[in-house]
């Protein structure tokens, strides 16, 4: 068959020339494609109108893209050896302030320390801290500490210094020289003290506490004949009684005696048991809130209540008349339970009285706690001030005794009672010198300040219980040209030793080697190999004496007020008090921040036209008081406290700084260390008279959670011990309604039971193959210190807000802690502390609502935020029925592209103090909502340290912050998919009865999971438990 | 066509000796001439209502959400409140327009384009409010479902808020085009009466050519009728998605599933107390009292009573599903902390005003009261809002963990804000009236020579003594006079 030709057109018929051509040139036309000089004036055709529209499209593009201005990082010329950017470097450090004793690990990156740990190998306080030990990190970064040495407050050289400084020592022609510190438990600090009171035989060493407990050292001495404390063993008491000692919270060296106390709190479910714990206080404590039994009393009836208890307990005083019949049975009822477990009870007691702690020391001898709960073989040096040294000192200084005074880490002037006195007196002082990191109000007066280095910057060792010791060294290089007081020293004693190598050498010689010696600064602490017999000491103080003096404690008339002064587990003494995490964390008991106050109890505030109820809860301004005690008055706002006693009144010490303790501290409270009075022997926090009248005017407090009571509401779950024991099952009945909806109580963790499928369209969206991360908590040993909240605002970069936006209810605490009050008795209120945080849904209400997917989860059960995704409408915060999520009200950071709009009260945005913002946590911009990650950038931390190594994940790799950071163990994390894990064994095999999750009915599926709370108290007191929740609205 | 019988029983919708050319007259002489003193006083206010809610939300924007007194606990107050209670109000407009129209209601072309008009100034002003509580405002774009060159990351077609982007923004549109296909026969009778050669400029602009041509009335009607149908289901779906904002969630007080027609009447109810405040005033202002009669009002009043009563009766419901169902949080939120609690007051001001005060329209009477119905109409308007607040605070105030319980008062912004859209409102309503024909001169016209006074008088009262045979026997079988209701219009259209 013939191939048959088709043509389009004639001109392809007939084949032309012109036709031929076309054919040949595929492109007819000539591409204009102008680049010639003539671009400018070029008539532009068609083409290049796309071309040039495209480019100027894409050019606006990315030049609009290209908003963000170009920082330059400047890489290292020479790469220390040691640092890879990106990588953290961990160095063992100790925290020794003021006597306290927190072995650490220091977390460093890129050479600057972002982040405190405790130190695992320490046997006394392992990866625990406090909430003040987790604020220290920022503290190094403060910009109102000193920056140079002054002389007469202006700038000088070190040289200079040393020079006139020496000029002056030798002009003082034997004039006593002191130094003044806190209390210093390093034994290589002691020695360069001792070597400059080898070169000036005038010199002598005074120590004094702010917070005092001179009473306890005077009365140990009386009874014992050591002026020393004993270490504490709480993890060996059935019985604790503790007559106004916050252990948990301020008390000596309160992570060691919450890690002891924990042990004793924790339930094993197969054979339930745990320490029943008496508490007598005036305020409410921490500790006190962690009582089976609390008891309030005045404070000056402390010694009536210690002669009543050694009374009971068989000791020969006669028990003094108490008019409070609850208090009286409390009383007998602590002696019956101390008497039941000889040597195996405990009391302790805060009281700064001399003649009370020797009562106290009967006690212990009575029932035995000498060489079981109460070791004296070996001995803490966690304080070391005597009162009356103190007195004396001031005296001296007055009438010009005193030549040359050498201040270092203590402010008199500011927490003295006698605080004029002493300026007064160092006015008069011939030579004086502060070390003192600011230039606080002691400083101020001063001729000479020589700072010294923040502890991170320093070198040291430090002996906390005899034969147990940590050592310091630095983190970082030293910020400013301070210098440490060690060096300082050495340099006027004429020792041209370096401090560095003066330690060094100390402990070369003590050590053997220099590789002991380098071992010891890794690992951070020496302990002894095997931990030391406990000791015991025979009782051989002067009880009737002691009972006699008690007697003459002046007390006030029945229905009369008492002051009682205490320390907040935040701010402490107050030296710390420029520090925007501590002021800003809730108080554990209060809730408030910024802030101190009257704390009242509703009775009394009934007097001055404030109560509990609807009125007070929505409105933060309350009503200022007028109080009077020592001849001096103060005028704070009333805080009303279901718990404290009656006719109390309780004021935190450790506010009222003046403006040159920095821009957090300054301004914020009230000064009432002007209340301490002085007894002739010690001094005491608590004044017996009190006159308090009402104001016209009110003022705000910055108070996060408003409502006391849980309502009854299943969210907490509660029981007594007795109970428990007869039925675990009980406490988790509620739990058993879900059986209708497929529920099996007896796997409850089995993804594929009917519970977890129904009530989702999507049963099959999240599949857990790998790692499934969960969380438990156990209410029975969360003390509600508050160590968590502020580890997690140091590892995640949560920003301050400031007192107002407080106000505002704006705080941005990833991790809260709920505080209830339940019971009957507003005036003997039971609590329990929840520590609440994202709870990770599987089946998550806030996810869902998100119109951008911000908020998504990840395939190891996260639910994770996108930061750069949010537009911020707050519906995931509105849905979450747990409110953990926290929305960037305001610019607190500078991490938005506005100008001038900067939120920042606390001083957080000074380049100096954004140095300790953690490098793996993205500062979030204002406007984005954020939450607790989990520390998902340590877990993925962990991962990939597995996975270099080439294996699975192993269980306690990864931890979260707050779970590191908790004294007590209450935390427990994990891969819930792994059998061997923890978490899975307490879920599934250790605390099956005990376990709930909050708001479980709602089928969010949570992933943190509760322990219910279990209370060591009489079984005929939780009779009205059931509905004893709900009545209690005033609370 | 037949006569369009209409019994003299009924009252008639235009009132007075109106002929077509009257019609016009009345309506469109106001767009021409130079507005009153009052006219400038009003816009004055809302002008400068409006800058104050520009520089509110200007303020807001710039120092970030916190500005406002929302906190952790309460995360929308005023912002939402004032969105739904705006998009409620619209909802009128849209039934006027929509419903009315396919179920032929003659009385609605009295009050329709005004109505409309009010639905599109409340829908703008409703947009506001998502669009500024959002703490990163630059980034709501997100929102939109577009290619996009980050991963694309789509958006989350699970949330409700997104739903809320698409049925506000349909709702926006429909009622856009509906209302503007309506203007054009109106804009061209205003071009064509023009003296200046500015007004025909733009009015010819404005009304697209319109030439009144047989065909673009049969265009008009069809699309008409089109938007219609469109509109229909949105008179339901906006605020049924609005309250999905609040039912798909687990907020104990907003997780209920009767807020769909909860919404829908409460949206209506109030929605139709706006029209009456406007209108009231706009009848008096341009005297349109003619063409908004009392009949308009009364027939609105009905409506008012109804669905203030389906909303009375939803509000039982609720607080019976509440003790019903057993549930403790939910149990809590409605009697301890919504009847009653810190925030409870707010809960009673709105029974008082949604469900009680209505009740005074069972009264004939009453609903032809201008001064009662005025009154009712703001009644309405401030109950609304304040369900719309109940709902919103009162639900979140007090959730399930009393740990994070908080209490709410609106900062300056957040007033300033609402301020701001009643200006918005005020000010696009006032250039409304003056520039645009406040009553759809077409339409009336449609309705004039049935229920015009006048005309029932001439043509129908001789009707009514004829008996039935008679009336067949003359009417049933030969044109009558009146002709095509279209024709009719057609040529009013350039009278």
Redesign the interface.
Same mark, same amino acid.
């Given at each position: 068959m013939e191939q048959k030709k088709y043509w389009k057109g004639l001109e392809e018929l007939h084949n032309t020339k012109e036709h031929q051509e076309i054919v040949n040139n595929e492109f007819r036309e000539d591409l204009p494609f102008e680049e010639s000089e003539s671009l400018l004036n070029a008539t532009t055709p068609r083409r290049d109108f796309l071309k040039y529209l495209g480019f100027t499209t894409a050019a606006a593009t990315i030049a609009a893209s290209c908003e963000i201005p170009v920082k330059k990082a400047i890489p290292y010329v020479n790469k220390p050896e040691e640092i890879t950017p990106g990588v953290p470097n961990y160095y063992a450090s100790t925290y020794a302030v003021d006597g306290e004793f927190v072995p650490l690990v220091v977390k460093t990156r890129e050479g600057r320390p972002i982040k405190v740990d405790g130190n695992e190998l320490s046997s006394i306080t392992g990866t625990s801290s406090t909430a003040r030990v987790q604020g220290s990190v920022l503290s190094l970064y403060d910009a109102a500490r000193l920056r140079f040495p002054t002389i007469a407050g202006a700038e000088a050289t070190w040289s200079e210094l040393d020079k006139q400084v020496g000029a002056a020592l030798a002009g003082l022609g034997g004039a006593p020289i002191v130094l003044l510190t806190s209390t210093i438990i390093s034994p290589s600090t002691k020695k360069v003290i001792a070597g400059f009171q080898a070169k000036y035989p005038s010199f002598r060493h005074v120590t004094y506490d702010a917070v005092s407990y001179s009473g306890m050292l005077l009365a140990n001495e009386a009874s014992y004949g050591k002026r020393a404390l004993p270490a504490y063993h709480f993890e060996n008491a059935k019985v604790v009684v503790s007559l106004n000692a916050d252990f948990l919270g301020t008390w000596l060296n309160p992570v060691e005696y919450s890690k002891q106390y924990g042990a004793t709190r924790k339930i094993d479910e197969k054979k339930p048991e745990m320490s029943k714990h008496f508490h007598f206080e005036s305020m409410m404590s921490v500790t006190g809130a962690n009582a089976d039994e609390r008891y309030t009393h005045k404070p000056s009836q402390t010694g009536d209540i210690a002669l009543a208890l050694l009374n009971a307990v068989g000791g020969s005083v006669s028990a003094p008349a108490i008019s409070d019949k609850r208090l009286a049975d409390g009383i007998q009822k602590a002696a019956k339970a101390l008497l039941a477990n000889n040597g195996k009870s405990i009391v302790v007691a805060g009281s700064n009285d001399v003649n009370v702690q020797i009562i106290v020391n009967a006690i212990n001898s009575q029932i035995g706690a000498n060489g079981t709960t109460i070791d004296w073989n070996s001995t803490v040096n966690y304080r070391q001030g005597i009162d009356s040294e103190m007195e004396q000192l001031v005296k001296d200084l007055n009438a010009g005794a005193v030549g040359g005074l050498f201040i270092y880490g203590v402010n008199p002037s500011y927490d003295y009672y006698n605080a004029q006195a002493f300026t007064e007196g160092l006015k008069k002082t011939k030579l004086t010198v502060s070390f003192n990191s600011h230039k606080d109000e002691t400083s101020e007066n001063v001729k000479f300040a020589a700072p010294a280095h923040h502890y991170l910057e320093s070198w040291g060792d430090a002996e906390g219980r005899t034969g147990y010791f940590s050592f310091i060294q630095p983190t970082i290089a030293p910020l400013f040209k301070t210098r440490a007081f060690e060096a300082t020293l050495l340099a006027w004693s004429g020792n041209t030793t370096a401090w560095e190598d003066f330690l060094k050498n100390e402990w070369i010689a003590k050590l053997g080697s220099q590789e002991a010696w380098d071992k010891a600064l890794q690992d951070g602490v020496i302990e002894p190999a095997t931990a030391p017999a406990l000791g015991g000491a025979s009782f051989a103080g002067n009880v009737a004496e002691a009972a006699a003096k008690i007697g003459s404690i002046k007390k006030s008339g029945k229905d009369a007020l008492e002051l009682v002064l205490y320390e907040k587990v935040a701010i402490g003494n107050g030296k710390e008090a420029n520090n925007p995490w501590l002021q800003e964390m809730p108080d554990p008991i209060t809730r408030a921040t910024w802030d101190n106050y009257a704390v009242i109890s509703n009775k009394l505030a009934k007097t001055f036209g404030s109560e509990l109820g609807?009125?007070y809860?929505?409105n933060n301004d309350k009503t200022v008081l007028k109080i009077k005690a020592n001849g001096k008055e103060v005028l704070l706002p009333l805080l009303i406290l279901p718990g404290i006693h009656p006719e109390v009144i309780a004021i935190a010490v450790g506010y009222g700084r003046n403006a040159n303790a920095g821009k957090a501290a300054a301004g914020v409270g009230k000064n009432v260390y002007n209340f301490v009075s002085f007894n002739g022997t010690t001094r005491d926090f608590y004044s017996p008279e009190v006159a308090v009248e009402k104001t016209n005017q009110t003022y705000e407090i910055g108070v996060t959670?408003?409502?006391?009571?849980?309502?009854g509401?299943p969210?907490i779950k509660e029981t007594t011990l007795e109970e428990f024991i007869k039925n675990p099952e009980e406490v988790n009945e509620d739990r058993k309604e879900l059986d209708q909806f497929g529920y099996d109580p007896k796997n409850p963790h089995d993804t594929t039971s009917n519970f977890v499928k129904n009530g989702t369209l999507y049963p099959d969206v999240h599949q857990y193959q790998g790692i499934k991360w969960g969380m438990s908590i156990d209410l029975n040993t969360c003390f509600g210190c508050g160590a968590c909240t502020i580890a997690c605002q140091a590892e995640n970069n949560v920003s301050v807000v400031g007192k107002e936006?407080v106000i505002?209810?704006?705080?941005m605490h990833w991790l809260?802690i709920?505080?209830?009050f339940g019971g009957t008795d507003v005036d003997n209120p039971e609590v329990v502390f929840?520590p609440?945080l994202c709870q990770h849904c599987d089946n998550a $209400?806030c996810e869902?609502? /998100?119109?951008?997917?911000a908020t998504n989860h990840s395939s190891e059960g996260i639910n994770q935020m996108a930061y750069n995704? /949010?537009?911020?409408?707050?519906?995931c915060?509105?849905?979450c $029925?747990?409110?953990v999520?926290?929305?960037?009200?305001?610019?607190w950071n500078g991490a938005?592209s506005?100008a001038n709009?900067l939120?920042d009260v606390g001083g957080m945005n000074d380049d100096l103090t954004r140095m300790v913002l953690n490098p793996d946590v993205v500062v979030r911009?204002?406007?984005?909502?954020e939450k607790c990650s989990f520390c998902v950038q340590k877990l993925q931390d962990a991962k990939l340290t597995a996975k270099k190594a080439g294996r699975p994940l192993k269980d306690g790799e990864a931890r979260t912050a707050c779970q590191l950071a908790c004294s007590a163990d209450a935390i427990v994390f994990g891969n819930v998919n792994d059998k061997e894990s923890r978490i899975y064994k307490v879920r599934n095999e250790e605390q099956k009865s005990r376990m709930y999750y909050?708001?479980e009915q709602?089928h969010?599926l949570p992933s943190i999971n509760y322990l219910a709370k279990i209370r060591n108290k009489d079984a005929e007191k939780a009779e009205g438990k059931k509905e004893e929740h709900a009545a209690h609205h005033e609370a | 066509m037949h006569l369009k019988y209409e019994s003299t029983l009924r009252e008639p919708l235009v009132d007075g000796e109106k002929n077509y050319h009257q019609v016009t007259e009345d309506i469109i002489s106001p767009i021409e001439g130079k507005p009153g003193k009052l006219w400038y006083v009003g816009f004055f206010i809302s002008v400068a209502l409006l800058l104050w809610g520009v520089f509110s939300v200007t303020w807001e924007v710039?120092?970030?959400?916190?500005v406002w007194?929302?906190?952790?606990?309460i995360?929308?107050g005023w912002d939402i409140t004032n969105f739904v209670w705006w998009v409620g109000i619209g909802h009128a407009g849209t039934l006027i327009s929509a419903i009315l129209l396919l179920f032929r209601q003659g009385w609605r072309t009295g009050v329709n384009r005004a109505a409309e008009a009010m639905t599109i100034f409340a829908v703008m002003c409703a947009g506001q409010f998502?669009i500024f509580?959002?703490?990163?405002?630059w980034?709501?774009f997100?929102?939109l479902p577009y290619p996009n060159t980050r991963g694309p990351?789509?958006?989350?077609f699970?949330?409700?808020?997104?739903w809320d982007?698409f049925a506000i923004s349909t709702y926006f549109t429909v009622s856009l085009l509906f209302w503007y296909s309506g203007l054009l026969p109106d804009f061209a009778t205003v071009r064509d009466r023009a003296k200046t050669k500015l007004r025909k400029l733009l009015y010819g602009v404005a009304s697209f050519g319109w030439t009144g041509s047989a065909k673009h009335w049969q265009r008009h009607e069809a699309l008409s009728l089109v938007l219609a149908g469109l509109s229909t289901p949105l008179v339901l779906s906006v605020h049924t998605i609005v309250s999905f904002?609040f039912a798909?969630?687990?907020?104990p007080g907003w997780h209920t599933t009767i807020f769909p027609p909860y919404f829908v009447a409460g949206a209506i109810f109030s929605g139709f107390a706006m029209v009456q405040t406007l209108l009231i005033i706009v009848r008096k202002v341009l005297s349109l009292e003619d063409y908004i009669t009392m009949g308009h009002m009364e027939a609105m009043n009905k409506v008012i009573v109804l669905t203030g009563s389906v909303v009375g009766c939803a509000y039982l419901t609720e607080l019976f599903m509440a003790w019903y169902a057993a549930v403790?949080?939910e149990f809590?939120t409605f009697y301890k902390y919504r009847a009653a609690?810190?925030l409870g007051w707010s809960y009673w001001i709105m029974m008082t005003c949604n469900v009680i005060t209505p009740q005074v329209f069972w009264f004939r009477k009453m609903r032809r009261n201008i001064v009662v119905t005025f009154v009712m109409s703001i009644i309405v308007n401030i109950g609304m809002w304040f369900e719309r607040f109940v709902i919103i605070c009162t639900s979140?105030y007090?959730?399930?963990?009393?740990?994070?319980?908080?209490?709410y008062r609106p900062s300056w912004p957040e007033v300033g804000f609402y301020m701001g859209t009643f200006g918005l409102f005020f000010t696009c309503f006032f250039l409304f009236a003056k520039y645009f024909p406040v009553i759809a001169v077409a339409e009336i016209k449609f309705v004039l020579k049935t229920t015009g006074e006048s005309f029932k008088r001439d043509n129908m009262e001789k009707l009514e003594p004829l008996s039935d045979e008679q009336f067949a026997h003359d009417h049933a079988h030969h044109h009558d006079d009146h002709g095509h209701a279209g024709h009719a219009v057609a040529h009013a259209a350039h009278n």
């Open positions: 609807d009125d809860e929505i959670q408003t409502h006391n009571s849980y309502e509401r969210i936006q505002k209810a704006h705080e809260r709920d505080r209830y929840q609440m $209400p869902n609502v /998100c119109p951008v997917a995704r /949010c537009i911020g409408t707050r519906y915060a509105n849905n $029925p747990y409110k999520r926290r929305f960037n009200w305001r610019d938005d506005f709009n939120y911009s204002r406007g984005v909502m909050v708001l709602l969010v | 710039y120092y970030g959400t916190g007194n929302l906190n952790k606990t995360g929308w998502p509580h959002m703490g990163r405002v980034m709501a997100f929102v990351l789509w958006v989350n699970n949330s409700p808020l997104l982007v904002d798909t969630s687990v907020i403790p949080y809590a609690g810190p979140l007090r959730d399930y963990l009393p740990s994070s319980w908080s209490y």
